[in-house]
């Protein structure tokens, strides 16, 4: 266990080297937080960067003086750590720096969900110990199912693919706004490629295509104990095919031959391992909101992509203004059988790559009472910081 641990945090021996992007909103919203006692969780897609984000707080804590034998990280899906307790793993670290049970130390936990107890675990190094934690996960779960036990002892911070600017410093391009033409080139590529940062840099298929497996195999079957696993993925594809467009749990049901029941139950699954995301029709009745179809967007557009082909620009477009609001919980508006994309509390949103907006859409604009009307046109939505 200890050489594996010293493998884990070289900078116990040695001045540490990390050179990869540095994701400035996540890492400013980790150090805002890193003097309180709430357990920082990120969360989000796997392969999104968590890991990476990690290392870079590691990095910044180093170089503003803290002292490297006040930093434990460990990667809990390590095999060679899979049958020791994170307490297990604090008491060697304890043992190796010569630690008292009063001594604080920063604790970072990779995947920390691939741990079947560790909700309990966390809620006792909370309640017991002198320690910060940061911690990593790639399934909801750590939030939804299990929160019970931490309630009011955690800041989650979901970690979302690259936005366009991230995407363009990722490729080194040295543009301003006034490079339209440059700008429209990256953007296409940006449509086609998604956030993914290992896959920006080397828009390998065989990566994608290996991240997909891994996601639906650990992340939905595995981890939920599924065996019917030829219908997850068929869920998977027919879901892809569907970005952006209304579709009901009993339309897929009808497609897949499986109960309601299980057709709610696998999407919110995918939901769970961030794969996908459902959005309702904005409704004052609840009934209405519970019953109507739902719209379906997709965690990152490169994934859509690498399943359906790049062919369906309107709807990638669409998913990748849906990410850049989803805080703002959009939901879409629906009125006599005309559609507008996405409402929030105070803005009406409508995702229009090269198109203008239909004259009944132009019309329920016009007539609709609210803050904010957004015509959302290509990349110029989002590009107000470059």
């Not at 299990?146 to 490729?171: C, D, H, W, Y």
Request: proline fraction near 2%; include cysteine.
């Amino acid at each position: 266990m200890e050489a594996e641990l010293f493998k884990q945090n070289p900078w116990w021996e040695e001045k540490f080297k990390d050179d990869s992007f540095t994701r400035d909103i996540y890492l400013k919203q980790i150090l805002s937080n890193i003097n309180s006692k709430e357990i920082i969780i990120l969360t989000g897609l796997r392969r999104i960067g968590k890991t990476t984000i990690i290392k870079q707080t590691i990095k910044h804590l180093l170089e503003n003086k803290t002292k490297p034998e006040e930093i434990f990280f460990v990667s809990l899906d390590s095999f060679n750590l899979l049958e020791f307790s994170i307490h297990r793993l604090i008491e060697e670290y304890k043992k190796i720096h010569k630690k008292s049970s009063s001594d604080f130390f920063y604790l970072f936990l990779d995947e920390v969900s691939s741990r079947e107890d560790f909700e309990q675990e966390l809620k006792s190094i909370y309640d017991n110990e002198n320690i910060k934690v940061i911690c990593s996960s790639s399934i909801a779960t750590l939030m939804r199912d299990k929160k019970a036990s931490l309630t009011g002892r955690t800041k989650t911070i979901e970690v979302m693919p690259l936005n366009f600017q991230e995407f363009l410093i990722f490729r080194e391009a040295k543009i301003t706004k006034s490079d339209s033409a440059k700008l429209e080139s990256y953007f296409k590529d940006y449509l086609k490629i998604g956030g993914i940062p290992y896959y920006v840099l080397k828009e390998d298929k065989t990566y994608i295509n290996e991240l997909i497996e891994g996601i639906i195999y650990k992340d939905i079957i595995a981890y939920h104990k599924i065996t019917a696993e030829k219908t997850i993925k068929e869920l998977f594809i027919l879901l892809c095919q569907r970005v952006g467009k209304p579709m009901s749990y009993n339309k897929i049901s009808e497609i897949l031959k499986i109960s309601v029941d299980s057709a709610k139950r696998y999407v919110n699954y995918f939901e769970k391992a961030y794969l996908f995301y459902v959005v309702d029709r904005y409704s004052k009745s609840i009934n209405e909101k519970v019953t109507s179809p739902k719209k379906i967007y997709i965690g990152d557009v490169g994934i859509k992509n690498a399943i359906t082909g790049f062919k369906d620009l309107g709807a990638s477009y669409e998913n990748l203004v849906f990410l850049s609001i989803k805080d703002k919980n959009p939901t879409y508006y629906l009125e006599n059988s005309t559609e507008i994309d996405f409402i929030t509390k105070d803005s009406l949103i409508e995702a229009k790559y090269n198109q203008e907006l239909e004259k009944n859409q132009k019309k329920l604009f016009d007539t609709l009472k609210i803050k904010n009307k957004i015509i959302a046109k290509g990349y110029l939505f989002f590009i107000q910081e470059i």
